[in-house]
């Protein structure tokens, strides 16, 4: 099991990015009823992520595990790109995919700053390597203290096609970074191939 996702960084030295509200969360713990996704694909990686509700529109790039356990981030020299966690799902395949990017930088804003203004609903796009598109619709957004991360939620293996976008949150203090994570939850509705 992959270990809570620490993506400290500089902070933009000006705004906190957006917060989830709390109606966004998980109710009473439980993210949604299961047998609500598409139907699984074959394994692809991830090429691109779309989320148009926020003006998402990035490459993606495999990420692993750092030395400590934790999941990596992609470099953050490139603020515009996301990362797959390359050892586990894929996006659209039956299980939990797991996909990381840096909420800011200290040049500014970066791939995921704008996560906490997602609501239930919204969608998310995951261009693959095999010429599909596999969509994805929001079920909840929270965000998690370091000392209270939910490791088995977030990475544990669904029974069906889900996704977890992971980034930074809970408020951020200088010297010490973001005190937590933010993670959303979705789940697959479909896919398309292109022409």
Same mark, same amino acid.
């Given at each position: 099991?992959? /270990?809570?996702?620490?993506?400290?960084?500089?902070?933009?030295?000006?705004?906190?990015?957006?917060?989830?509200?709390?109606?966004?969360?998980?109710?009473? +713990?439980?993210?949604?009823?299961?047998?609500?996704? +598409?139907?699984?694909?074959?394994?692809?990686?991830?090429?691109?992520?779309?989320? %148009?509700?926020?003006?998402?529109?990035? %490459?993606?790039?495999?990420?692993?595990?750092?030395?400590? +356990?934790?999941?990596? *981030?992609?470099?953050?020299?490139?603020?515009?790109?996301?990362?797959?966690?390359?050892? +586990?799902?894929?996006?659209?395949?039956?299980? *939990?995919?797991?996909?990381?990017?840096?909420?800011?930088?200290? =040049?500014?804003?970066? /791939? @995921?700053?704008?996560?906490?203004?997602?609501?239930?609903?919204?969608?998310?796009? /995951?261009? =693959?390597?095999?010429?599909? *598109?596999?969509?994805? /619709?929001?079920?909840?957004?929270?965000?998690?203290?370091?000392?209270? @991360?939910?490791?088995?939620?977030?990475?544990?293996?669904? %029974?069906?096609?889900?996704?977890?976008?992971? *980034?930074?949150?809970?408020?951020?203090?200088?010297?010490?970074?973001? =005190?937590?994570?933010?993670?959303?939850?979705?789940?697959?509705?479909?896919?398309?191939?292109?022409?």
């Amino acid at each position: 099991m992959v /270990v809570g996702a620490w993506l400290v960084q500089d902070g933009t030295g000006g705004s906190e990015p957006p917060a989830p509200s709390p109606a966004e969360a998980p109710s009473g +713990g439980a993210v949604r009823p299961a047998g609500l996704s +598409g139907t699984p694909m074959a394994a692809a990686a991830p090429v691109r992520i779309s989320i %148009p509700a926020i003006g998402v529109d990035a %490459p993606v790039t495999a990420v692993a595990l750092d030395g400590e +356990g934790h999941l990596a *981030t992609p470099p953050d020299s490139e603020r515009n790109l996301a990362g797959w966690y390359h050892q +586990g799902v894929s996006p659209g395949q039956r299980g *939990t995919a797991l996909m990381t990017g840096h909420v800011d930088t200290a =040049r500014g804003p970066a /791939v @995921f700053y704008g996560l906490g203004a997602l609501h239930r609903g919204d969608r998310i796009d /995951v261009a =693959r390597a095999d010429r599909t *598109t596999a969509w994805f /619709v929001v079920d909840a957004v929270d965000v998690y203290d370091r000392t209270a @991360f939910p490791d088995r939620q977030v990475y544990g293996q669904a %029974p069906d096609p889900q996704l977890r976008l992971i *980034t930074c949150g809970g408020g951020y203090t200088k010297g010490q970074g973001y =005190r937590g994570n933010l993670v959303v939850y979705a789940h697959l509705t479909g896919h398309r191939r292109a022409a």
